[in-house]
């Protein structure tokens, strides 16, 4: 076993001696490579030796482990997080029912803000729809019924804009709009009640087609609910907000 030994010995000198004349600063090479390898084999043993630490310490508290309990453990310094989440709340029986409530009731203010929205030209309702004749109705739907009123109500919306605008504000357009509406008035020789006031030129351009040719059916029937009111004045025919 010895002279194997001895053996072993003798050839790797005779390989070192051999590699120290072909290839340059040897030693010194060697001596670093040696000292890298060694800090590499310190760090993985003290990696196992954490690890055995760590999986001892799991073992132990594995049920109540925790995130804090886990930095604590591996060393790890942490600051408590001010904007962390709440925990979530259970809500059960009674307390259901209140939140309920409490969403019907928002849900209901919001109704009642939306109806409070100045409108010259409000929607019409399904109640007030059923007392419509059907012959004054027609084809005539709810829905076509309101498309055409909304038009209404913008133009309106619009016209009392402009009119509220200082001459500074005004653009071009607007005081071409306001020179035709004065002419309109002219024609009406002061039996209209309101400047806010349409024609039918003034809602046709704004309508679906499908919708222009029921305009003169929708009148009738928006006369009869007291949505809108109307005055004829010679060839025309003005339309207003009705009571």
């Known amino acids: ?22 290839i340059p600063n040897f030693d010194p090479t060697i001596a670093h490579l040696a000292g890298s390898i060694q800090n590499i084999r310190s760090t993985l043993q003290d990696i196992s030796k954490a690890n055995e630490n760590l999986k001892e310490c799991c073992e132990a508290t594995c049920a109540n482990c ?9 060393g790890i310094k942490t600051e408590n997080n001010r904007n962390e989440e709440a925990p979530t709340k259970i809500i059960h029986g009674d307390e259901k029912t209140e939140v309920a409530k409490q969403n019907d009731k928002t849900n209901l ?12 030209v409000a929607q019409v309702s399904d109640q007030e729809f059923k007392t419509i004749p059907k012959y004054q ?3 005539l739907t709810r829905d076509n019924l309101n498309e055409i009123v909304q038009k209404m109500d913008e133009f309106l919306m619009k016209k009392n804009q402009i009119f509220g605008k200082s001459n500074k504000q005004l653009t071009r357009i607007d005081r071409e709009l306001l020179d035709n509406w004065k002419e309109l008035e002219l024609k009406a020789r002061g039996r209209l009640q309101t400047t ?18 029921t305009f003169s059916k929708a009148i009738p029937c928006l006369r009869h609910i007291r949505r809108i009111r109307e005055e004829r004045c010679g060839p025309l025919t003005f339309y207003y907000k009705g009571e």
């Open 196 to 213: 806010l006031f349409f024609v039918e030129a003034d809602i046709r351009p704004l309508l679906q087609e499908r919708l222009r040719p």
């Open 137 to 139: 109705l027609g084809r």
């Open 109 to 120: 203010e919001t109704e009642k803000t939306e109806d409070n929205e100045v409108r010259f």
């Open 1 to 22: 076993m010895s002279s194997f030994a001895d053996t072993f010995a003798a050839e790797n000198d005779e390989k070192l001696a051999t590699y120290r004349e072909n």
């Open 66 to 74: 925790l995130p804090l309990n886990l930095n604590s453990l591996l």
